[in-house]
Structure formats: C-alpha cells, structure tokens
C-alpha cells in the first residue's frame, strides 16, 4: 500500500501514483466531462474522478485518503458548504496524483476548481515541509515562531476563504481520526491545531468548529490534566443532568407561558475553556460558572430582553458576569446577551440568549452567511457572497482580526495584496511584498547573499532574476565567492528590486564604494603633500588629530570632497618664519668669552654676538640647544630637537655653531615656552586650566584655543625660568576634568 502523501506528507506535482495509473486520467477526465463543466452534479463527479485515484491510499497519519475526503466533505456540508465546497474536498486530494493537476482538474470541472485544489495543495505542502523541517531541526525557530510561519501563510492563502476552510475541515478530520484509532499524534499537528487552527475559526465566528478543535488538541497535548477535568465532570453528571433539565423545563414553560416561544437547550461542555478559565482566574473547579449552562433560542431580538428580565427576576443575578453582544457585537460578529445567576441554594448558573439567526452565525459564522458558488471575476477570489457585499466585509474584517491577534494589535492596510510567503530550500518562511523577486528573497535571507546573488532556482527550475514569486514556491540563490550588486537593480522600470529594505541594501553597498573612493582621492593628495614638504615621517592618525579629527580616514574623506583645504596641513607642518621680537624681551648682548656673563646664553668663540631664541621651539633652560648664525639677525638660538633646526642644518651645516646656557644671575631670566593642551570641551575649561596656571605661578602671556567636534585645541604661551619646573606643572593641567593630554609644543 502506498503513501498519498497528502495533508501531512509532502505532495509532488507528479509521483509514483500517476506514474502507476496513466491510463486512468484520461478515462476520468472523459467520464466527469460528459457534461458540461460547471457545477451542477459536481460532488458526485468530484468523488467519481477521485475513487479509482484514491482507494487503497492512505495518508501521512495512516488514515485512508478517500474516507479523509469523504469526511471532510461531511464537515462542511455541516457548516454550510455548498456542493461546489463539498466537491472541493476531492479534488484536493487527485493532484498529487496527477502529473498536471491544473491542467487536468480543469478540462474535467472548470477553471475554478482546478485553481481552488491546486492552492490548497499548495498550502499544505508548504505546511508539511516547514513541519519537517521543524522537526530535523533545519530551522532555528522555536516552537512559538513556527506557529506564527504557519499563521502568516495562512493568511497569505486566505485571498480564498475555501482554501481556508479546506484546511481548517481537513485538520479536524485529523484529530478525529487520531482520536477514534487512539494513535499517537505528532505534537506539531496539535498544537497548530490549538494554537492556528482553534483561533482562525473563532475569529470566522465558526465556534461549533473552534470549541472540537481546541477539546482533541488539548487531549492530545495535556492528556492526563484532560482526564482529570473529564472525570470530574463525569463524577456527579447524573446529578448535574437531573437538576439542568429542571432548570431547562421551568425556563422553557415559563417563558412560553409568557408569549416567547423559547427553545432552552443544555449547552455542551467543553473541556479546554473550563481549564482556560481555572488557570486564567485561578478557580477551583466547582468555582467555574459555565459546568452549568444553558442556551435560550427565542424569535427576535425584543424577546431576547424579555426573556432575560423574566430570569433575572426569578435568579439572584450576578452584575459582573453580565455581558449584552446584541448592543455591542464582538469584533467577529458575534451577537448574544450572557448572564450568569444563582438559584436559591446559590448554584452559579450560566444563561445565553439569543435568536435562531443569532445562534446560527454562533455556529457556523461566515460559513452561515457565504454561498460558495462560482462567481467568474466578480466575486471575491471566485465565490460570492449570499449578502454579497456586507458578507464579503464581514470576512475581510474577521481575518483582519486575526492578523491584529497575530502581530499584537497592529493594524495593516493591503492585507491580501501586499505580501507574499515562499521558503528556503530548509523550508524556513520568508515573508516579502507582493511582487517580490529572487533578488529580494536573497536580501531577505542575508545581505551578502543579496550582494554575491548572480542566479535562482524557483521550485527547482532556473528564472530570470525579476521574476515575481508567488506564494508557497521554494526559492534557492546562486551566488559567486566575491561579488556585487548590479546597478540595474535599482533601475525601477527592469523590475530586479520590490522591497524598500533591499532597495536600502544596495544603494548602501554602492554608497560605501563611493566613500572608499573618495578617502583613497583624499590620502593621495596628502601624502603627496607630505612628500612635496618632506614629512613623510609624520604619522598619518597623529596629523589628522592635531587637524582636529578623529582618524586619518576621516580626515582623507573631507579632504577627497574638497571641504578642508590642504593649506590648512601646509600650515601645520610650516609654521610662520619667526619674527624678530623686541630687544628687551628676546636679545642678549654677549660679552666677550674672557668674561662669561652670568646669565643668558653663551656663544662659544665669538665676541659680542647678538643671539634670539627661536619663536618655532621656544628653548628655556635646561634645554638641550643649538645655534644657526642667521643672515643680518644674529644667531637664532633652537632646542636641539626642533625639526626646523634640523632641515636648516642639513641645508646649511657650515653656519651651525656650538651654544650653551650660561651661570644663573641673581635675578633669574624668564622664557616663553608653548604648551599644547587636548580636551573634551565644556564649560569652564578654559578657565580650571588658567587656575592650575595662576597657582604654580606660572605667567600666560597668550592663548590660543580651537573647538573641532567637541575636542578642544589649546595653545598656552607661558613663561618659565626653568623648563623642568614646567612638567610638574603639566602634569596638574592634565588632572583637570576632561584633560586629555597636556605636553609642551
């Protein structure tokens, strides 16, 4: 015996099954298409061509897939379905038996139905493989974020409510099966039908549904607490029953002896919203009022009202548990008046009011008011409604209802036609606009797979890159070892890109390769700079933080766009040519060296010669110095180090002399003496550094600041007698709150 495969097994296009029986198609196909193709008789044609097809196969759950189709069928007779529904059933179930199921389905019954079993095939091999794919543990999702994939394809396969109702009919013929065999069932199954399946149909309205889903699922997923709650229902029924059918008849006769024709009934008790109630509001089981319930069927709704002052003038009313849907229907439709009282021994009793329409909307809920019949290209996705448009709101609202549950109360407009759900080749669901393409799904997987993609399998056939996927397909990308995005992509009218999120992707990739451009633009022409002024030493990150930045990158981008000005490093690395200052703050005469002044600056083997220290090191005892005897100025005294000294000497090494500091006078000489000074800015700063200053009694004579990204600059010229003494006063300056170094220039 052979394995179908449909519902929870994967379903192929064309499998062993049609490969076995060829000859069978075109037999079926002229049998069912003696008449025209339509739906008059459909239900007995649909099970005729499905019989030879489908007998001796079973399903993924060892149920026999004709009587799974027959029962399905049943199930939406009960809920209204039309034959065209009912013969639906059948059809679902043939095409993984043939080898062009559209094609086929078609010739014999019409483009409607073929349409209708292809997309509900659709969908459940897309729910199978993510099943599986769950369970080899492809997918990285909890059991939580699986059920939501299943929830959203759902919705994306909702455009058709049949396709919906289909699988919710299917998946309960399920359970029932597991139920009656008592086999064990895959706890995937359950709890989508708990978690999926039970709320799908509450929000259709269709409870008589919702309330034997949620029952068999629990019994399945918590079967000892569902024992537990069964038994004790079980333990006193005899007793329960007796005193509800006396509470049932007194109700009944008296109302209608009041001129309301009621019809009071017991009302089902369902195990899963008894436990639902204890756990949610922490009651005991005795505690939870609907254990005793009854249903009052009256003709109109001006009964409803009376029907409710006669009991709550014969029962102790409980005012909390008093809700009127008739005034204010719940957001799926739903209309009733709910009241719970007590009798005279205080037993809770829970009282439901409605009209027969009331009750059967209760029941059956969109399926009461929808006619599934064929209505061409008018109709919403090929069936129309009985009430015609407010029906079709009505449906459009309840799954728009079910989409808020879904994503925490947000609201979406374009429901059915702004997304679509396809899977990876591990069958993870990727959620992308209407429209989208290979290109996009690549993005969505990962942006590197968006930028290397150069190719697409859709369904295992190779595509163009702007093809629009549809819903259920898998989707596997080519991709290079390095590559890139293509230009065209983001070209609108060639159609490669739909969503804004890998619109974004690409236009950022080739935004980062204009920046790269631009910083390598930007560090060309500085280190050119760099070698024209023989600074090819200078460490590039240093210069770019003396500038004002934060990194040398940063300082080559504004330099590749021409927003700083490469004069601004010539300044840096050239300082003006020191100027002559007057003679009594920076010229010495020197006496002979037969008679050594004592203080100042000694110029070995020459008289009488006019020395300045150099404005570019400022040198103060005990600096190391040099001398360079300069044309018409004297000897310009430097610190040993100083790079200026050193380009000169190399220049012009024969007018180098030899210098020293002379003895200490009584009254000691002063110095300036540049310090440079790098700090978080912030007010006050200026000011906590003048005061380190003015405390070591340190004299500041000029000032220079600069504030560049919140980095504060500063330049303090002071003056000191001795350099030495200087460094401990830095180290203070570099204490101050947002100091970050303090050095001598």
Known sequence: MRSSAIGHMPLGQGGAAAAGRPEAVPQLIAATA????????????????????????????????????????????????????????????????????????????????????????????????????????????????????????????SR????????????????????????????????????????????????????????????????????????????KRVERELYMEQVRSRLESELRARSISAS?????????????????????????????????????????????????????????????YIAKPKPNGYQSLHTVVRDEGGKAIEIQIRTQAMHDHAEHGVAAHWAYKEAGTKGYAGVSASSEYDAKIAVLRQLLAWERDLVGGASRSGLFEDRIYVLTPDAAVVELPQGATPVDFAYAVHTNVGHRCRGARVDGAMVPLNTPLQNGQTVEITTVKEGRPSRDWLNPELGYLTSNRAKAKVRAWFNAQATHA??????????????????????????????????????????GKDEFSLRSIETLLRPPEPVAEPEDQLLIRKARTDSVPKGGVLVVGVDSLMTQLAKCCKPAPPDEIRGFVTRGKGVSVHRADCSNFREMAARNAERVIDVEWGRPQLQAAVYPVDVAVEASDRQGLLRDISEVFAREKTNVIGVQTQSVKGTAWMTFTVEVSDAGRLNKVLGIVGSVPGVRSARRR
């Open 264 to 324: 009071v009934q017991g009302r089902p008790k369902h195990i899963y919203s008894i436990v639902k109630k204890m756990r949610g509001k922490s009651l005991g089981f005795d505690q939870v009022f609907d254990i005793r319930a009854l249903r009052v069927i009256v003709p109109s709704v001006k009964d409803c009202y009376a029907a409710l002052s006669w009991v709550h003038s014969q029962f102790s009313p409980i005012e909390a548990e008093f809700d009127d």
């Open 518 to 559: 631009t910083v390598a633009r930007g560090r060309e022409l500085v280190e050119k700079l760099l070698q024209r002024e023989g600074k090819t030493a200078v460490k590039l990150d240093d210069l770019a933080v003396q500038l004002g930045f934060k990194s040398a990158e940063a300082l080559f981008e504004v330099v």
């Open 160 to 235: 058709d409510l049949r396709v919906v109702m289909l699988r919710l009919a299917s998946r309960l013929q399920t359970l029932r099966f597991y139920a009656a065999t008592k086999r064990a069932v895959s706890p995937g199954i359950a709890r989508e039908a708990l978690q999926v399946f039970a709320p799908l149909a509450n929000r259709l309205g269709i409870w008589q549904m919702k309330w034997e889903l949620e029952d068999l699922a629990f019994r399945f997923l918590e079967p000892d607490t569902y024992k537990e709650v069964a038994s004790l229902l079980d333990e």
């Open 34 to 157: 003696q008449t025209e193709p339509g739906h008059d008789g459909a239900l007995a044609r649909a099970r005729a061509f499905a019989e030879p097809l489908l007998t001796g196969e079973t399903l993924g759950t060892g149920e026999n897939t004709l009587a799974h189709a027959d029962a399905v069928s049943a199930i939406l007779k009960n809920l209204g379905g039309s034959e065209t529904m009912q013969a639906a059933a059948y059809l679902v179930y043939t095409c993984a038996h043939l080898n062009k199921p559209e094609e086929v389905i078609a010739k014999a019954f019409g483009d409607n139905f073929a349409a209708l079993a292809v997309e509900t095939t659709k969908l459940m091999r897309v729910q199978q493989q993510a099943r599986e794919a769950q369970v080899a543990g492809l997918q990285v999702d909890d059991a939580a974020t699986h059920t939501e994939n299943v929830r959203k394809m759902l919705l994306a396969f």
